[in-house]
């Protein structure tokens, strides 16, 4: 293990770090109430989740079950919808012309909570002045890669304008602004005097979220840590006030009419459940309206009349990391010995019969759907013949260090004399977790590596396992990607030794492919497993972000998304829909990407 400072300075790639991130098994829900207090179709809407938030402090936080909370009291800037149109929240924002200035204008209705009065665009100027470009990221902002590079300007009472350091007619549809919160300036301003970054993160007000004001469907009721998240209906919600001419002019006078009417439950509830068969058996029972089924459970609830089982595209793919950094297994950093070790493993096993064919096989970061997916540009392991355990045998002996050797009975010895053991950390919360990473230990015990496992929680798994620090002399660090890559490998780790990460899911942005150099360049703020790319990845997603040029941005994301596959800086495991089970009587869900969009007009059919 290894001290962590909690000192980082802002990265060099501007993306949001943990919104890329998610459970495994878990990557659309969130919470529920307890049973004794639900009214099953009364007027609460409840949703259970494995694994609960970390904070309600979005300025060091932004995973997903934090944001899936923060958005009922808080509605964030824009939202795009499933016909990959922007839809404004707070803010529209648009181009000036050449992809490369943009305007963001306010709605003039917004208030905040307390005494701190109606949003503005100074507020959003100094929140990304002062707290996600702030000196030395004293505010610990994970955002704070997103913004480096970037100049705002105030413009106006309600308008603020961005200027990028390059052209980018994708940046709207990037994690930057799209989704993002906001704090008020009279708020943040004494942390700001003193960079108090802990200060800001234990105010009352922040994890209260008592400064909401009208800007979301619900307001802040109480939080029960790794239990229950309780929020009830906001009656001054500023979509109540908005006329028909205030929306955009491709949604329907339907979906108008559902906005100004907007919350239809009196309160919306999301607790944490870490069992999965708790989970099921209150969807079964009627105690919850949403969650997450495992597909080892949806026979559960296929041909019921009164549940709605729901396959929806996520873009989500499931990866097995590989601790390249100072405090893992060092023969990883070898590009030969990843691709042995993704070779031994069966992914057709994984999709087909553990995930009972709710996934398909993986090889890059890109799903197959995607229309930036090159076939033949990739590199498969561990699917038909590029699934070999003899030749992975092979590959790993020849590529080992001359200290490592196999014994006549097939056991892989380290420099010691001793059989290698690898650990595995992986997330808990789905049965189907657990029986991947304990299949993928066996398959790699083929090769004749010991696999030890380390089961935690995904709240656990991201400050002690993916985050990590810089073990040197602070005045030595040549660079920082934030808290999940706080400098090159050879000197930075996290607080938890291990080898091999299962349970975390990446974002593969298909709308804005470009977004992905989160992860794959050697200071990207999202690369935690320490990647060393041979390849000028940096200079490949450049020419994606800048070029007019489909032909070349299709060109050059196919060349990045093979040399990923022939990399295997992670084990492309499996690209799985979202099965979510719904309550029969809730009207809104759809089977299509980006469904939620429009969540707080959701209802219960009245028939």
Not at 68 to 88: C, E, G, K, W
Request: proline share 4%.
């Amino acid at each position: 293990m290894v001290e962590n400072n909690n000192r980082y300075r802002p990265g060099i790639n501007r993306r949001r770090v943990l919104q890329g991130l998610t459970a495994a098994g878990v990557i659309g829900a969130a919470g529920c109430l307890d049973s004794e207090e639900t009214d099953e179709t009364g007027d609460t809407y409840t949703i259970a989740d494995g694994t609960d938030a970390e904070s309600m402090n979005f300025i060091q936080v932004s995973d997903d079950n934090t944001n899936n909370r923060l958005a009922l009291v808080m509605d964030s800037a824009y939202t795009v919808t499933t016909d990959d149109q922007i839809f404004p929240l707070w803010m529209d924002v648009e181009d000036t012309g050449d992809a490369q200035v943009y305007v963001a204008t306010l709605r003039d209705n917004l208030q905040w909570g307390g005494d701190y009065g109606q949003m503005t665009a100074s507020d959003w100027v100094y929140m990304i002045q002062e707290i996600h470009q702030g000196e030395d990221n004293w505010a610990l902002s994970e955002a704070a890669g997103n913004w480096a590079g970037t100049h705002v300007e105030e413009t106006g009472e309600l308008e603020f304008q961005i200027e990028l350091e390059s052209p980018n007619a994708d940046w709207p549809f990037e994690p930057d602004l799209w989704g993002s919160y906001c704090m008020p300036q009279g708020l943040l301003e004494p942390y700001v005097d003193e960079q108090d970054g802990e200060g800001l993160d234990q105010d009352q007000e922040v994890q209260e979220l008592a400064y909401g004001g009208n800007l979301g469907p619900y307001t802040f009721e109480r939080w029960d840590r790794d239990s229950e998240f309780v929020a009830v209906k906001n009656d001054e919600y500023y979509m109540n006030e908005l006329d028909a001419d205030d929306f955009p002019d491709y949604i329907s006078d339907e979906q108008v009419e559902a906005w100004q009417n907007a919350p239809t439950f009196e309160e919306f509830s999301y607790q944490a459940i870490d069992e999965d068969s708790t989970r099921m058996n209150a969807l079964g029972q009627g105690e919850i309206e949403e969650t997450n089924i495992p597909s080892t459970r949806v026979e559960q609830f296929e041909g019921r009349p009164d549940i709605d089982v729901m396959e929806v595209p996520y873009p989500y793919l499931t990866i097995m990391a590989y601790n390249q950094r100072m405090n893992g297994w060092e023969e990883l950093r070898t590009r030969e010995v990843r691709q042995a070790l993704s070779m031994a493993i069966d992914k057709v096993e994984i999709s087909e019969n553990i995930l009972r064919g709710y996934a398909e096989v993986a090889h890059t970061f890109q799903p197959q759907w995607s229309e930036w997916y090159d076939e033949s540009e990739v590199t498969e392991f561990g699917e038909g013949d590029s699934y070999d355990p003899d030749a992975a045998r092979d590959l790993l002996e020849e590529n080992l260090s001359s200290e490592y050797g196999y014994d006549s009975d097939g056991t892989l010895l380290g420099p010691d004399g001793e059989q290698v053991t690898l650990t595995m950390v992986y997330s808990r919360g789905t049965e189907t977790t657990a029986t991947t990473a304990e299949f993928m230990g066996d398959e790699l015990g083929e090769l004749g590596i010991e696999v030890e496992f380390d089961s935690v929680t995904f709240d656990q798994m991201i400050p002690n396992y993916v985050q990590n620090s810089w073990q040197g002399d602070e005045d030595d660090q040549p660079w920082t990607g934030g808290p999940n890559n706080d400098g090159p490998r050879d000197n930075s780790a996290s607080a938890e030794d291990w080898d091999l990460m299962y349970g975390i899911n990446f974002n593969t942005y298909p709308r804005t492919p470009a977004a992905t150099d989160a992860f794959w360049s050697e200071q990207a703020p999202t690369n935690y497993f320490g990647y060393v790319p041979d390849a000028d990845m940096d200079s490949l997603f450049s020419t994606v972000r800048t070029s007019a040029d489909r032909q070349e941005r299709e060109e050059t994301l196919a060349e990045i998304f093979g040399i990923l596959s022939e990399d295997q800086p992670v084990n492309f495991v499996a690209m799985s829909d979202d099965i979510i089970g719904y309550q029969g009587y809730v009207d809104g869900p759809e089977e299509e990407f980006g469904q939620a969009w429009d969540r707080h007009t959701w209802a219960f059919d009245e028939a």
